[in-house]
């Protein structure tokens, strides 16, 4: 089974960046997989952020953070990345990464029976 590991969430003013990484732990390593990023506020629904096809062709981003985050991959280092710039307090919450589908469109409907990472805080204060 697919594990997922995110790190690099923390606290940053508006405007500033972060950017997450996503890494297997187990034996099954990610790159064969398209990968995405949800993000859970409170008393928000869960909403897909971004995600990445398996060669890293196809990327897709909610038309909240279109032109301010970018996400990518780099295979051989088994990490995905979402680099997140100009952020807002709206962008504040917890992220996850999910994987175990072979598609984006998968995460689209059936992201609850994907593989979802513990989750890495965000917080855009002022």
């Known amino acids: 089974q697919l594990q997922l590991v995110e790190s690099g969430g923390g606290l940053v003013q508006p405007g500033g960046s972060l950017r997450l990484s996503c890494t297997a732990s187990?034996?099954?390593?990610?790159?064969?997989?398209?990968i995405a990023w949800f993000r859970q506020a409170p008393g928000k629904e869960r909403e897909k952020v971004s995600c990445?096809?398996?060669?890293?062709?196809?990327?897709r981003y909610a038309d909240s953070v279109k032109g301010r985050f970018s996400i990518s991959r780099h295979n051989d280092k088994h990490t995905v990345y979402l680099q997140m710039n100009s952020m807002k307090a709206e962008d504040t919450g917890v992220y996850y990464c999910?994987?175990?589908?072979?598609?984006?469109?998968?995460?689209?409907?059936?992201?609850?029976?994907?593989?979802w990472g513990q989750g890495t805080q965000v917080t855009v204060f002022s």
């Open positions: 999910v994987g175990g589908g072979y598609s984006c469109s998968d995460y689209d409907t059936h992201a609850d029976l994907a593989s």
């Open positions: 990445i096809s398996s060669t890293g062709g196809i990327t």
């Open positions: 187990g034996s099954t390593t990610l790159e064969y997989f398209a």
